[in-house]
């Protein structure tokens, strides 16, 4: 079984689906004779042709709208939008048309389409390519969000993502596209949406993160260990519909909890999870849950980047506040 990293494994789930169902088509910025600027795409277009690998003009509203129509006439269509930043012109289509299509049609149209989007920072990339629009997104009825953490959860996450009957936007953390190689399987398995991973077991603390953040909460744990501390980690996968059960069962067992996102504080999703929380598990907790996040303010350029994302130490920092309460 091979080593793969993130893209390779985005690029293997993609090329499998695509010789699987004909009806799969990739469209997007620099997707076919370039590859995609992260080479995700690399070599679709060589073994599929241009009329299912689409070089698309720079135009993000119109590759989605595009989608959206390719998706309502019997298409599998799997958008990329270049960078994070880039999808805010995209709102528009996804909002009030893509998120909408079923029940403004009364269940007559489905709108099965993906949206693949590099996002969050750590990459020392200029303004508008770092951002993490997780917490906009999930506040949209009708779409789903989801968001790799290895290249295995990626092959698994993204297979399951073009197979549904629902629009998915699939938020892949660029930091670690090529950070972390581990087996991928060839061939074919899916991971189902809305359901978290329990990465690792722990009685003291529940850590709750997603993306590229659980790479950072997993160092965090295991500096812990020498301060006798077990952490239970929960990697969320699916942003909407979010698994309510598997952080309230943690949070039930450990009653401490901290919640790691690199998007701004306020209005993020750790604030969304700590209202759950309290409506569902209040009396279990021994400490008020703590966040670990960006700051309210746009993601800096290079030199200063390492300042707002979190990070180990801040982690450990939180985790060690719950602890002592």
């Known amino acids: 079984m091979a080593?793969?990293?993130?893209?390779?494994?985005?690029?293997l789930a993609l090329r499998e689906e695509m010789e699987r169902d004909n009806r799969v088509v990739v469209l997007g910025e620099d997707v076919g004779r370039e590859g995609g600027v992260f080479r995700v795409t690399d070599?679709?277009?060589?073994?599929?042709?241009a009329d299912r690998v689409i070089d698309t003009p720079?135009?993000?509203?119109?590759?989605?709208?595009?989608?959206?129509?390719?998706?309502l006439y019997g298409l599998l269509p799997v958008a990329e939008i270049q960078f994070d930043g880039f999808l805010y012109p995209c709102l528009d289509q996804i909002t009030n048309h893509i998120g909408r299509m079923r029940n403004r049609s009364r269940g007559r149209f489905i709108c099965p389409l993906v949206i693949r989007v590099p996002y969050g920072g750590g990459i020392h990339a200029p303004e508008h390519h770092s951002e993490s629009p997780e917490a906009i997104l999930a506040h949209t009825p009708g779409i789903k969000v989801v968001t790799p953490s290895t290249p295995y959860e990626a092959k698994g996450l993204l297979l399951s993502?073009?197979?549904?009957?629902?629009?998915?936007?699939?938020?892949?953390?660029?930091?670690?596209?090529?950070?972390?190689?581990?087996?991928?399987?060839?061939g074919d398995y899916t991971i189902p949406l809305g359901k978290a991973r329990l990465v690792q077991e722990g009685k003291d603390v529940t850590i709750i993160a997603w993306g590229a953040m659980v790479r950072e909460v997993l160092n965090a744990a295991e500096q812990l260990r020498g301060d006798k501390i077990e952490a239970e980690v929960i990697d969320l996968r699916t942003i909407s519909p979010m698994d309510v059960?598997?952080?309230?069962?943690?949070?039930?067992?450990?009653?401490?909890?901290?919640?790691?996102?690199?998007?701004?504080?306020?209005?993020?999703?750790?604030?969304?999870?700590?209202?759950?929380?309290?409506?569902?598990?209040?009396?279990?907790?021994?400490?008020?849950?703590?966040?670990?996040t960006g700051f309210d303010i746009p993601v800096p350029l290079a030199k200063s980047e390492h300042y707002y994302l979190p990070n180990s130490k801040r982690i450990i920092m939180a985790i060690k506040k719950v602890i002592s309460f």
């Open 161 to 186: 993502s073009i197979r549904g009957h629902d629009p998915v936007l699939f938020l892949e953390p660029k930091r670690i596209y090529r950070a972390i190689r581990e087996e991928v399987p060839e």
């Open 58 to 71: 720079l135009a993000e509203s119109g590759i989605v709208g595009t989608a959206l129509g390719m998706a």
């Open 43 to 49: 070599g679709l277009q060589e073994k599929f042709g």
């Open 245 to 292: 059960e598997a952080i309230v069962t943690s949070i039930r067992k450990t009653g401490r909890g901290v919640i790691v996102h690199e998007a701004p504080k306020t209005c993020g999703l750790g604030a969304e999870i700590i209202a759950l929380i309290n409506e569902k598990a209040l009396l279990s907790l021994q400490a008020p849950i703590e966040r670990v």
């Open 3 to 11: 080593k793969l990293n993130m893209v390779e494994a985005i690029n």
